[in-house]
C-alpha cells in the first residue's frame, strides 16, 4: 500500500488539492449566494451584474433590451423588442466555472506571482467569454427560436468549458511545475 502512496504522490496530491479548494470555494459561495437574499441586486449581485451587462451589450449590437427582476424565481428576464427570450439564473453568472478553473489552477500551481496572475487573467477571460455567451445566445434565440434546446444545451456549454479546458491544457504545458 505504502508502494501505491509513493508511486501516485503526485495524482494523490492534486486530487486533495483540488478538492480541498473546490469544496472550500463552493462552501463560501453557497454562503454568499445564503447572505445575497434581500439585498438590493436581485437574485444576488453578481448575477444581477452580469444580466445588466448583457442589457448593456445587447443594446451596443442595436437591439431594444429590457432586463427584468423574474417575479416568480431568482432570476433576471432577458426581453428583446418586448419578447422574453431568456433569464440569467444564478448559474449563468460564471463563478461556479471559475471556481472550477481556479481550483484547477491551484492543484497544478506555479511560482505564485505567476499563478496569481494567470487564475487572474483567466477569471477576466472566463467572465468576459460567458458575457458573449450569453449575449449571443440572446441574440440566436431572438433570431432562430427553434433552435433553443441546441444553442443552450449544446453549442453554449462546449463555448464556456470548452475554453476551461484550453485554459487548463496551457497551464499545465506551459507554467506547471508538472512540466519541469
Not at 19 to 38: C, E, M, P, R, T
Given at each position: 500500500?505504502?508502494?501505491?502512496?509513493?508511486?501516485?504522490?503526485?495524482?494523490i496530491k492534486f486530487m486533495l488539492t483540488f478538492l480541498l479548494v473546490y469544496i472550500a470555494?463552493?462552501?463560501?459561495?453557497?454562503?454568499?449566494?445564503?447572505?445575497?437574499?434581500?439585498?438590493?441586486?436581485?437574485?444576488?449581485?453578481?448575477?444581477?451584474?452580469?444580466?445588466?451587462?448583457?442589457?448593456?451589450?445587447?443594446?451596443?449590437?442595436?437591439?431594444?433590451?429590457?432586463?427584468?427582476?423574474?417575479?416568480?424565481?431568482?432570476?433576471?428576464?432577458?426581453?428583446?423588442?418586448?419578447?422574453?427570450?431568456?433569464?440569467?439564473?444564478?448559474?449563468?453568472?460564471?463563478?461556479?466555472?471559475?471556481?472550477?478553473?481556479?481550483?484547477?489552477?491551484?492543484?497544478?500551481?506555479?511560482?505564485?506571482?505567476?499563478?496569481?496572475?494567470?487564475?487572474?487573467?483567466?477569471?477576466?477571460?472566463?467572465?468576459?467569454?460567458?458575457?458573449?455567451?450569453?449575449?449571443?445566445?440572446?441574440?440566436?434565440?431572438?433570431?432562430?427560436?427553434?433552435?433553443?434546446?441546441?444553442?443552450?444545451?449544446?453549442?453554449?456549454?462546449?463555448?464556456?468549458?470548452?475554453?476551461?479546458?484550453?485554459?487548463?491544457?496551457?497551464?499545465?504545458?506551459?507554467?506547471?511545475?508538472?512540466?519541469?
Amino acid at each position: 500500500m505504502k508502494a501505491l502512496f509513493v508511486k501516485y504522490k503526485l495524482v494523490i496530491k492534486f486530487m486533495l488539492t483540488f478538492l480541498l479548494v473546490y469544496i472550500a470555494l463552493s462552501v463560501i459561495y453557497k454562503f454568499y449566494i445564503q447572505f445575497s437574499d434581500g439585498s438590493k441586486f436581485y437574485p444576488d449581485y453578481m448575477t444581477h451584474l452580469v444580466a445588466k451587462q448583457s442589457e448593456a451589450l445587447l443594446n451596443s449590437f442595436g437591439y431594444n433590451t429590457q432586463v427584468l427582476p423574474h417575479p416568480n424565481e431568482p432570476s433576471m428576464k432577458l426581453i428583446i423588442n418586448n419578447i422574453y427570450l431568456a433569464r440569467v439564473i444564478e448559474g449563468c453568472n460564471s463563478i461556479s466555472v471559475i471556481i472550477l478553473f481556479v481550483s484547477f489552477i491551484i492543484a497544478f500551481a506555479s511560482k505564485f506571482k505567476t499563478t496569481f496572475f494567470y487564475l487572474l487573467s483567466g477569471s477576466v477571460l472566463i467572465y468576459s467569454v460567458n458575457l458573449l455567451r450569453i449575449v449571443l445566445l440572446t441574440i440566436g434565440l431572438y433570431h432562430y427560436p427553434n433552435q433553443k434546446d441546441v444553442f443552450h444545451t449544446v453549442v453554449f456549454p462546449a463555448i464556456i468549458y470548452g475554453l476551461v479546458f484550453l485554459l487548463w491544457v496551457f497551464w499545465v504545458n506551459r507554467f506547471s511545475k508538472l512540466k519541469r
